[in-house]
């Protein structure tokens, strides 16, 4: 199974399989991994994914075996593949996860990166790795980089593939914490048990609002975020959310729309 698939309270952990590649991506298990976003977005009792990666590394990218004999039509139909799992990953109506256990190079960081939240273990590093096998990066990378870190540190990252410490990704805004290698997981499960606890029609709202900024003008962007509150406000879990705070006590919330 190059995808593992675990149920716990509230949240699915999703973990990539194939540790002696250092999880490097196949078309079978980008579909495997869309087809597990897909269950968990159907199921009522999942409001988290945890998406994280077997053995020492999280995710090398695009399995370098499968793509050695490639024409230029092959590796363009490759990312057809792997580009709906990054939207996917974006439209998800729930927080995704990532905890980054070691090394997330190429398509892996960006998938890393596509996530809502990603913590790392301090001994993990993300390495743009595509200018090193003449290619550009894909899966989102040249999107991601410099909306979170700016263009001239996306630039050098994609240029010179080096790799990038967690502490320092951290430091930089490219994710949101570096973790002690042996308190990742159970912060990560923690962070997901969390979310999932959480009023997770409005995370969904506002993950596209968040998506959306990136690109809308200021006033686009407040008529947009109008609307979207206007669904929020309309939820029961918004009612729940004020009633919660004027009787002192914390809010039970579905996590349901309506
Ligand atoms: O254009 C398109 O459509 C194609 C899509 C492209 C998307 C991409 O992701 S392109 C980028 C592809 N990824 C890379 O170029 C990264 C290649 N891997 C590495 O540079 C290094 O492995 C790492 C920096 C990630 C880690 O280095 P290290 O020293 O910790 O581990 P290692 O010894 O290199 O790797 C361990 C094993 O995994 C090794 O196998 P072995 O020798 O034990 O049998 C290695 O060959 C294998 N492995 C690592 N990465 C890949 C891989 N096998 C296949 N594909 C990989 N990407």
Redesign the pocket.
Known sequence: MTILVESFAGYRQVTLNRPE??N??TVEMAAALSAALDEAAADDNCRAVLLTGAGR?FC??????A?VDATPTD??R??DHYHPLILKLRALPMPVVCAVNG?A????ANLALACDIVLAARSASF?E??A??A?IP??GGTWFLPRLVGTARARALAMLAE?LPAATAAEWGLIWQAVEDDRLMAEAQALAARLASQATAALALMKRALDAAATNPLDRQLDLERDLQAEAGASPDHREGVRAFLDKRPPAFTGRPR
């Open positions: 590649r250092l490097a991506l590394g090398a990218g695009q399995d370098l075996t793509i590796l363009g490759l990312l090394v190079a190429g398509a892996g390495v790795a595509f090193r096998i290619l894909d899966c790799p």
